[in-house]
């Protein structure tokens, strides 16, 4: 397992936008498939998007697909989650998350961060 910190989460109205980011090691930014995933109460964590290692090839769940953006900043070993045109059901607790191995498409991590908040209000 890798240590991940998400920053951005917070409140915000329904059509804003908001940024995403998780801070890692420069080992895990260069060299981990890279990922965010959300959860609300009472549900199962859902896959939002992800980002490969190598060609950062990018994969999205069709809810957010032409809404937000995974992008990693190798600079400041960071991967971002632009989220745009908010809406109220993007409400949940976002996790970043790291898997050494695997598709995008399947992304199985082994390392979570804590979790940052996103409240949308309509």
């Known amino acids: 397992q890798v240590p991940l910190v998400e920053f951005g989460g917070g409140l915000v109205q329904a059509g804003d936008s908001l940024r995403l980011s998780c801070a890692a090691s420069?080992?895990?930014?260069?060299?981990?498939?890279m990922g965010w995933f959300r959860q609300t109460p009472g549900k199962e964590r859902e896959f939002v998007a992800a980002?490969?290692?190598?060609?950062?090839?990018?994969y999205y769940a069709d809810s957010v697909k032409g809404r937000f953006t995974i992008s990693r900043d190798r600079t400041k070993n960071m991967v971002n989650l632009q989220m745009n045109r908010i809406e109220p059901e993007d409400t949940a607790v976002y996790y970043c998350?790291?898997?050494?191995?695997?598709?995008?498409?399947?992304?199985?991590?082994?390392?979570w961060g804590r979790g940052t908040q996103v409240t949308v209000s309509s």
């Open positions: 420069v080992h895990t930014i260069r060299t981990y498939n």
């Open positions: 980002i490969s290692w190598s060609r950062d090839n990018t």
């Open positions: 998350a790291a898997a050494p191995w695997g598709d995008i498409q399947t992304m199985r991590p082994d390392s």
